[in-house]
């Protein structure tokens, strides 16, 4: 005990000493596949608010209100509620936000309002969150315009910012698919803004917000971690993503939302290293480095000279690590493109029981964006086995080591497939999930991508792997108990509901479930689904919520969990 003691001592005083002489810190990111847990660990939110500031459109703001607790792990009814004294009142969500400190809670009577930019807050931190929160009904505060003399492209703007809260708001943009790009360009943007500030912004929360018809995104950020999205709807973005994170963010938890009927992908994570870099160039920092160059040697060298400056996974580095991406619906995207999940430089991460139906486009597509460092490597790939010794002969931003479980992806497209695995997405691990496709393949994995696959108990139709390379393969479908040649006519009758309705009615200022919409849990008893699934290796719950009680294959436990 007295050398464990004597240890931990000595660390203790080097960590010091590191910090005396300016060594940087770099962000520790928990590490979990339970996304409450992961919230638990990461957010810590104060049970209570040191202030209370009300905006109001009024100008007769009440003398007091009541507000539960923030639980950002409850499924419904939260904490009771507590009645709070009104520190203060605001006219605009901008002066509120000025004014605002760590510990704060800004709440917004009803009405119509310009947006806010929030930018780093010094006294904000652990059980010190600024929290911004929508009162009323679900709708009855709308933001509808940047705030007065701030960027115009953005309506809430997270700049620089770190432990704030988005709850309850309705972000309405003025276009749609097919019309007119007017407007800002994101209803939400959390952006480092990393050149200038050489900072990430961070433990930054989304909540039931419904951010619709922007110019380019319902949501997006930069040069961030460590972001909790969850129970929102992105929808209708003119001429882009309904979501977008990018530029090397990490640690995100992005649950239970529902990305809707937008021109190009449903949520896009692309990391991004060429935007990345180009952010990098901008910081004061990399002005002796050479700028330009386009090898994988001069990519990995800014790298390093960005660790030793700003501390591992502190800055933009166009890798995306430690994503848990869940229990989310897709619905209605893809007009021009992109993937219904488009996912470029995510890795380590975990992607499980979400839902994609009636897209345009790919599924589940990840890569590396194509860019100029990996593009040696990526084309024209390994020929046979002995070409792929390890990692450093395959592209570096490619989505490698990711889990991808329990995923319902249904679509119909020529040209496209349910599940891509592309430019050096290797090591994945893909288990229960349907990927049904009947106008191309249900699978594609390239040459760079098949090294260490581990892939069964999954449904499809049909795989494209290249044949002289399997055996870089840990495991694959056609002798991993898949049922392969599934087609859509064939698994509709397996599900409760088959259907191609959407999953949303949007009602004025708000939405709700649709009715009509199609029921996919796997019907009680199925020979395809129910119980098919690889039980080593299943979520503990299905994407509504519920206990699995076997290895159910797709997002839904089976039907006749229903009744026991």
Request: charged residues 20%.
């Amino acid at each position: 005990m007295a050398k464990f003691v004597a240890a931990c001592a000595w660390i203790v005083l080097l960590a010091l000493a590191a910090a005396a002489f300016g060594a940087p810190a770099s962000p520790v990111f928990y590490k979990t596949q339970d996304s409450d847990e992961w919230v638990a660990r990461t957010f810590i939110v104060q049970p209570k608010y040191e202030r209370v500031l009300v905006v109001t459109a009024s100008g007769e703001p009440p003398k007091s209100v009541i507000v539960p607790r923030l639980d950002l792990n409850a499924r419904g009814g939260g904490p009771e509620a507590q009645e709070y004294p009104v520190a203060a009142a605001f006219k605009t969500l901008q002066a509120a936000a000025d004014a605002a400190r760590g510990g704060d809670l800004v709440v917004v009577t009803p009405g119509t309002y310009a947006g806010f930019a929030l930018q780093d807050k010094p006294d904000a931190g652990d059980g010190k969150y600024i929290c911004f929160k929508a009162l009323g009904k679900p709708g009855e505060v709308t933001i509808d315009c940047p705030a007065e003399g701030k960027d115009r492209n953005w309506m809430v703007m997270f700049q620089s910012a770190h432990h704030a809260i988005l709850e309850g708001f309705n972000i309405a943009g003025k276009t749609g698919p097919g019309l007119e790009q007017v407007g800002p360009q994101a209803g939400i943007f959390i952006d480092g803004n990393f050149g200038p500030s050489g900072k990430m912004a961070h433990h930054i929360a989304l909540v039931a917000n419904f951010s619709h018809n922007h110019r380019g995104w319902g949501f997006h950020s930069t040069d961030s971690h460590t972001v909790l999205v969850q129970d929102n709807l992105f929808a209708l973005s003119c001429r882009e993503h309904s979501a977008y994170v990018s530029d090397g963010s990490d640690n995100y938890v992005i649950r239970r939302n529902v990305f809707f009927a937008s021109t190009a992908s449903g949520l896009q994570c692309n990391l991004d290293p060429t935007a990345s870099f180009e952010e990098l160039f901008r910081n004061e920092a990399f002005a002796s480095y050479p700028a330009e160059g386009t090898t994988r040697e001069w990519a990995q060298g800014l790298l390093k000279l960005a660790a030793e400056k700003f501390g591992e996974n502190n800055f933009p580095d166009g890798r995306g690590l430690n994503f848990i991406i869940e229990d989310n619906v897709v619905y209605g995207n893809g007009k021009s493109g992109g993937g219904s999940f488009n996912f470029a430089g995510l890795q380590d991460s975990l992607i499980q029981n979400n839902l994609i139906y009636e897209n345009l486009t790919t599924g589940i597509a990840a890569w590396d964006n194509a860019n100029p460092y990996d593009a040696a490597l990526a084309s024209p790939g390994p020929s046979a086995p002995g070409d792929v010794k390890g990692p450093d002969v395959l592209p570096f931003w490619g989505c490698y080591r990711n889990v991808i479980r329990n995923n319902t992806v249904i679509m119909d497209n020529p040209g496209r497939v349910a599940m891509l695995l592309n430019n050096g997405s290797w090591g994945s691990v893909l288990r229960n999930n349907i990927f049904l496709n009947d106008q191309s393949n249900s699978m594609e994995v390239s040459n760079t991508s098949i090294w260490k696959l581990d892939s069964g108990y999954n449904v499809i139709r049909t795989a494209d792997i290249p044949g002289a390379l399997k055996t870089l393969a840990v495991a694959l479908d056609e002798a991993n108990h898949s049922a392969v040649g599934v087609t859509r006519d064939k698994a509709a009758a397996e599900f409760v509901k088959w259907g191609s309705e959407p999953w949303v009615v949007i009602e004025g200022n708000w939405w709700k479930l649709n009715p009509n919409r199609p029921d996919f849990r796997p019907k009680a008893g199925s020979k395809l689904l129910a119980g098919q699934g690889d039980a080593k290796n299943v979520p503990p719950k299905d994407i509504d919520g519920r206990p699995r009680t076997a290895a159910d294959i797709g997002a839904y436990r089976a039907a006749q969990a229903e009744t026991k």
